[in-house]
């Protein structure tokens, strides 16, 4: 989207923001990269129109996502895994302050070996915004805890604009993990039993949707 469409957009939010929001500017302080505010809206909007319940996060960092999906409605549950220790002790601390303990379960290590921990649920979403070379991956382990007509949500498949256009890329890392982002997309779209429907939204969206 136009940087000023999407300037007039967010500034529109100013008329019902929630106290969570207060937490981008530390994220914007410290780079922790949450997920930008039209996607997050997108995002929480399918939630309601799906009537989600139960939700799977894959990448908590400072727990603003989970808390912003929690704080739709009490019935929602969001299970989140996230390997970085500092990570983890900001996430405790912001679910406890603002009071998403019961619908919040944390989940601490690495996502690539979680599943025995957070398969006592069948999900009605899972959201895929981890280190971005290995989405691949966790869709892979996670998606068979997924409910039929279940979503699929993975962020950032654009990446910083490079995914589109990866000569501008220098670094040799970044190009391998843009490299990984576009064999996600082109494995994604071609994936039996989803129908995925990609969006140039800020940093850019995939949404899948399981079944027929
Ligand atoms: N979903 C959050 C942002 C997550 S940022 C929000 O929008 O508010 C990505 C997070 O994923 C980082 O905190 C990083 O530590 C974590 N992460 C990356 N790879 C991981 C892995 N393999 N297992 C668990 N966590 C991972
Ligand atoms: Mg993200």
Same mark, same amino acid.
């Given at each position: 989207m136009d940087d000023q469409n999407a300037k007039y957009l967010i500034q529109l939010h100013k008329y019902h923001d929630n &106290? /969570?929001? $207060?937490?981008r500017t530390f994220a914007d302080d410290y780079a922790? &990269? #949450?997920? *930008?505010r039209l996607t997050l809206d997108l995002i929480k909007q399918l939630i309601r129109m799906n009537n989600i319940k139960n939700i799977l996060e894959i990448?908590?960092?400072?727990?603003y996502s989970a808390m912003q999906f929690a704080s #739709?409605?009490?019935d929602i549950h969001v299970t989140t895994i996230e390997r970085d220790d500092d990570m983890i002790l900001y996430a405790k601390d912001n679910i406890q302050q603002f009071g998403f303990n019961d619908q919040i379960t944390l989940v601490e290590g690495n996502a690539l070996d979680q599943f025995n921990h957070v398969n006592d649920k069948v999900y009605d979403m899972i959201f895929i915004d981890a280190a971005k070379a290995q989405s691949k991956k966790f869709f892979e382990i996670y998606t068979p805890l997924l409910k039929n007509h279940g979503l699929v949500i993975t962020d950032n498949v654009l990446y910083h604009g490079f995914v $589109? *256009? /990866?000569? /501008?890329?220098? $670094?040799r890392n970044v190009r391998q993990m843009v490299k990984k982002v576009q064999e996600y997309n082109e494995w994604l779209i071609q994936q039996p039993g989803y129908t995925t429907n990609f969006l140039n939204i800020d940093d850019g969206l995939a949404i899948s949707i399981k079944g027929e």
């Open positions: &106290p /969570i929001e $207060s937490l922790v &990269p #949450i997920v *930008d990448g908590t960092a400072i727990g #739709i409605n009490k $589109s *256009d /990866i000569g /501008i890329v220098r $670094s």
